[in-house]
């Protein structure tokens, strides 16, 4: 009865237009997070992605249970709140959606190029977005702590700041164009920001997230891709450096607070 009111409630503001309505939708959609928290439908997603995890696929015909995320074969409490991390096997610098590919590839033969070509929601990329579910379920209310000391760690950070500031596209739009000021907002969505650490924190701490809007679980690299596809300027390629980039740039930024994945968005 409490949803059905809720809902009555949603389609309501939108009806009636204007800066009131907008006003009232955001706190109605504030409402409906706050109701979700208990139940948040990206329990759904987790609960595949832990099927998945444990379920032996590919030419390899073998699990995940031995995927290395940074914490040890198999380990995945707390090792989301560590990515991005470098990675000694791979010498590269990956982030939980990267690092699964790797796992993915090595441990069960299925290629990182069917992730990286494919669409989001479809085939095995829609796999490791419940995956993602299901690793950050684990790292939820601890600390972010990604380690900035590598070398490899820093060049990231220092890419993903430049990037944050890059100006691009047919707008002319760089991501702190939404993302460095105080009470910004686009319609009824707060934007943090980004560039204070309890902005950053806000913004990495809170995706991947359920978005109520289109009954969907998006990662943070899907999250970043439609950043850029709104920016009017090419959309990156999918796990690339770019977006490792920018989210140990945020990581790093958001240091110290607490994870809330995952999230559920407007």
Request: hydrophobic share 40%.
């Amino acid at each position: 009865m409490k949803r059905q009111v809720m809902f009555a409630a949603l389609g309501a503001a939108t009806m009636l237009g204007g800066p009131l309505a907008s006003a009232q939708q955001e706190l109605n959609f504030d409402a409906y997070r706050e109701m979700l928290a208990d139940g948040n439908p990206a329990e759904l997603y987790e609960m595949e992605g832990e099927e998945l995890w444990r379920t032996a696929r590919g030419p390899k015909n073998a699990t995940l249970e031995q995927c290395d995320l940074g914490m040890g074969p198999g380990v995945v409490e707390g090792a989301a709140a560590q990515l991005p991390r470098f990675f000694e096997d791979t010498g590269k610098v990956q982030d939980l959606e990267s690092r699964l590919m790797h796992c993915m590839e090595t441990q069960q033969g299925i290629p990182s190029d069917e992730i990286i070509k494919g669409k989001f929601g479809q085939g095995e990329r829609a796999k490791v977005a419940a995956l993602v579910a299901y690793v950050v379920t684990h790292s939820k209310g601890k600390p972010i702590a990604v380690d900035l000391s590598h070398p490899k760690m820093k060049e990231m950070y220092d890419m993903g700041e430049r990037v944050f500031f890059y100006r691009t596209g047919a707008m002319d739009f760089a991501c702190s164009s939404c993302h460095s000021q105080d009470d910004k907002r686009i319609r009824a969505t707060q934007l943090p920001n980004i560039t204070k650490p309890e902005g950053a924190a806000a913004g990495w701490g809170s995706w991947p997230a359920y978005r109520v809007s289109n009954s969907q679980f998006w990662t943070m690299q899907h999250r970043l891709w439609d950043c850029f596809r709104q920016q009017r300027t090419a959309e990156p390629v999918f796990a690339s450096d770019v977006t490792i980039a920018l989210s140990v740039f945020m990581a790093g930024k958001g240091n110290g607070a607490e994870a809330q994945w995952p999230g559920v968005k407007r």
